[in-house]
């Protein structure tokens, strides 16, 4: 199954031309790399974003985000989480989702 190119394109729009950014086909999707370190990205049927440990449980309170697991069902991924194409609709939301990931991801070393 393809990714979802709504979410792909809200994801474009709001890490525009940013330095150290990178796209790669991963887990049936399209991931964003800053400086190496996974970001975000479009998956089937559903957008991720790497928001951190200490950003989960804000990022978990927007309605239409939910925990992330590997394979859909299985373990937790801590620190990351998935929300639905429909919040894409809400670019205030996104933009506070990919803040919280910037503000994790963009202190880790480069890769």
């Known amino acids: 199954m393809a990714y979802s190119e709504a979410v792909y394109a809200a994801l474009c729009q709001h890490l525009g031309a940013m330095p150290g950014l990178d796209e ?3 887990f049936g ?3 964003f790399m800053l400086n190496g370190n996974m970001l975000c990205g479009a998956m089937s049927g559903h957008g991720m974003v790497r928001v951190g ?3 989960e449980a804000a990022a978990l309170r927007i309605p239409g985000t939910f925990e992330m697991r590997q394979g859909g069902a299985g373990r ?3 620190g990351f989480v998935r ?3 429909g919040l894409v609709e809400d670019p ?3 933009a506070r989702l990919i803040d919280y990931a910037l503000g994790f991801v963009g202190k880790m070393p480069s890769k």
């Open 29 to 31: 999707g399209i991931v």
């Open 83 to 85: 929300f639905e194409p």
């Open 92 to 94: 205030a939301t996104i």
């Open 24 to 26: 790669r086909r991963m």
């Open 53 to 55: 440990p200490g950003n």
């Open 76 to 78: 937790r991924m801590k």
